[in-house]
């Protein structure tokens, strides 16, 4: 989660600065290539909490229509994360089907 974590933080660092600095980028292609080798054994867990069924997570007000943890970490620089307001428009959804997953592990009726 941490890993998820530092992405959110660091797409949206990228953004408000409008650009993105040598240890933004390195720390992006660390991360990017965790999520790539580490995402595959969330994918099948996170899905119902942002991809449909009832209490799906929803991105301004619709569900989202793609992965939104994929369509983040698919850009190959962090530099791409400037002025990209649809990457922006990824987190919150995300969030909160991190948010429902653990819950969910919690115990939690979600």
Not at 85 to 97: G, K, N, V
């Amino acid at each position: 989660m941490e890993h998820c974590d530092a992405l959110e933080a660091l797409v949206v660092r990228v953004y408000k600065q409008g650009e993105a600095s040598a240890a933004d980028e390195a720390e992006y292609q660390a991360l990017r290539r965790w999520m790539k080798a580490h995402y595959d054994a969330w994918r099948d867990e996170l899905r119902p909490y942002w991809g449909g069924g009832t209490g799906a997570a929803t991105a301004s007000g619709k569900r989202a229509p793609a992965d939104p943890f994929e369509a983040t970490f698919a850009a190959k620089q962090a530099r791409e994360f400037v002025g990209d307001w649809s990457a922006m428009q990824q987190l919150p959804t995300a969030r909160e089907a991190l948010n429902r997953l653990i819950l969910k592990r919690s115990g939690a009726n979600v």
